[in-house]
């Protein structure tokens, strides 16, 4: 080495060091690409983990209000009908009974054709709430009019526009019509008990993107920020219907502003 | 996060110490070329940029630009640097060339700071609306 002159020697230790340089930063690179991929998986795989969650949370809500829908069922079953049946029931137990004066026959026969009468008419309620026959027979133009001119009176004005009529859900098959339909009898229900809303308006346009709905009203509105409200039983139940729709959903809200949603599916 | 900041804080507290040792002993290297010292340098500060990356991923990307020409200057630099001597001692006629190529690669990380801060007074601006 002692032989080697000053010129020698930069010129080695220039290129040694410029080796070292090279091979150490590919390293560096190669450190990096590798845990750089680490990390992208990681981060990929806690999403998968929020979708799952949030997956399980919309199943738990769609049973949850399974349940909820089958106590008020059975509740109006009991209160409605069972009760009624029951009066009936007693009542021709009494026209059994030896010497009745033809009055009293009269009555008690009086009292079971009115009796009748109710029962028959809660249980028309009862599977008219389950399932509007208007939908099925005149089409969701048509039940959703209904809705609106129900669910108004009043103060409330609830105001359906949609200009050419049965005429949107067209390219929409018939079996998510009913989707649409609880979409909008939830948003109602939640703007008359939970926003005091006293103006409603659904708008329905149609253009080559599909079709939108959009629902405004003056209730009292809430933070969108809230997650607590945004991930109620009723939102949820809104959300799965949308997604059942491949639809978008967007919810616009602030306090004392009311609420805009506008649904494109 | 916390292992990083180790890291950087070892990797600077070594360098400066073995540098200040390497230069109190050595008067003469202050007149020439330090190949150890352009080589530490540059390489510790190529990691940080890399660590910055690495933190960046999946993020918000906040002096993604400055950090991007600090890469790109320092990869090239480090080598022209490396060669200095060389070159010093060699007395090539075109040896102009190199520094030529050095300055235009502080130009091209200038570039990136001017990007860098366009971006962040562009969207400062949005921030104000």
């Known amino acids: 080495m002692n032989n080697l002159n000053p010129k020698d020697i930069e010129i080695i230790s220039a290129v040694l060091y410029t080796f070292a340089a090279f091979v150490l930063m590919i390293i560096a690179v190669l450190f990096f690409v590798y845990y750089s991929r680490k990390k992208i998986i990681q981060k990929e795989l806690e999403k998968k983990d929020l979708e799952i969650d949030y997956q399980k949370k919309l199943l738990q809500?769609?049973?949850?209000?399974?349940?909820?829908?089958?106590?008020?069922?059975?509740?109006?079953?009991?209160?409605?009908?069972?009760?009624?049946?029951?009066?009936?029931?007693?009542?021709?137990?009494?026209?059994?009974?030896?010497?009745?004066s033809p009055v009293e026959v009269q009555e008690i026969t009086g009292n079971i054709i009115t009796t009748t009468g109710i029962v028959l008419e809660s249980s028309r309620t009862i599977a008219h709430n389950l399932l509007p026959p208007i939908l099925d027979k005149f089409g969701l133009h048509a039940a959703i009019d209904e809705l609106c001119q129900q669910s108004s009176s009043g103060a409330i004005k609830i105001e359906y526009n949609n200009e050419i009529k049965q005429r949107t859900?067209?390219?929409?098959?018939?079996?998510?019509?009913?989707?649409?339909?609880?979409?909008?009898?939830?948003?109602?229900?939640?703007?008359?008990?939970?926003?005091?809303?006293?103006?409603?308006?659904?708008?329905?346009?149609?253009?080559?993107?599909?079709?939108?709905?959009?629902?405004t009203d003056n209730g009292s509105g809430f933070d969108t920020k809230n997650t607590k409200k945004m991930a109620g039983l009723g939102m949820k139940n809104i959300e799965s219907r949308v997604a059942m729709l491949e639809g978008k959903l967007r919810v616009e809200s602030e306090i004392n502003k009311g609420i805009h949603v506008t649904i494109n599916f | 996060m916390k292992v990083q900041r180790r890291i950087v804080?070892?990797?600077?507290?070594?360098?400066?110490?073995?540098?200040?040792?390497?230069?109190?002993?050595?008067?003469?290297?202050?007149?020439?070329?330090?190949?150890?010292?352009?080589?530490?340098?540059?390489?510790?500060?190529?990691?940080?940029?890399?660590?910055?990356?690495?933190?960046?991923?999946?993020?918000?990307?906040?002096?993604y630009y400055i950090n991007t020409g600090i890469l790109v200057y320092l990869f090239g630099s480090t080598v022209?640097?490396?060669?200095?001597?060389?070159?010093?001692?060699?007395?090539?006629?075109?040896?102009?060339?190199?520094?030529?190529?050095?300055?235009?690669?502080v130009v091209i990380y200038q570039l990136f700071i001017f990007i860098e801060w366009r971006k962040r007074s562009l969207k400062k601006d949005e921030d104000y609306e």
């Not at chain 2, 001597?85 to 030529?100: A, Y």
């Open chain 1, 169 to 215: 859900f067209d390219r929409i098959p018939v079996e998510q019509h009913l989707h649409i339909f609880r979409i909008l009898q939830e948003l109602i229900n939640n703007s008359l008990r939970h926003g005091k809303a006293t103006r409603i308006t659904i708008v329905f346009t149609k253009d080559n993107n599909g079709c939108y709905c959009s629902y």
């Open chain 1, 61 to 100: 809500a769609t049973i949850l209000t399974q349940e909820k829908e089958r106590e008020r069922i059975a509740q109006d079953l009991h209160d409605d009908i069972s009760s009624k049946l029951n009066i009936i029931a007693l009542n021709s137990h009494l026209l059994t009974a030896a010497d009745l």
């Open chain 2, 80 to 105: 022209l640097f490396l060669s200095g001597n060389l070159i010093n001692t060699l007395q090539l006629e075109s040896r102009n060339v190199v520094w030529l190529l050095n300055a235009t690669l």
């Open chain 2, 9 to 63: 804080r070892t990797c600077l507290m070594t360098c400066l110490c073995v540098l200040g040792i390497q230069y109190l002993t050595d008067k003469a290297l202050f007149f020439r070329f330090n190949l150890f010292e352009i080589f530490i340098t540059s390489y510790l500060i190529i990691i940080y940029s890399m660590f910055h990356f690495y933190n960046l991923l999946n993020k918000e990307k906040r002096y």
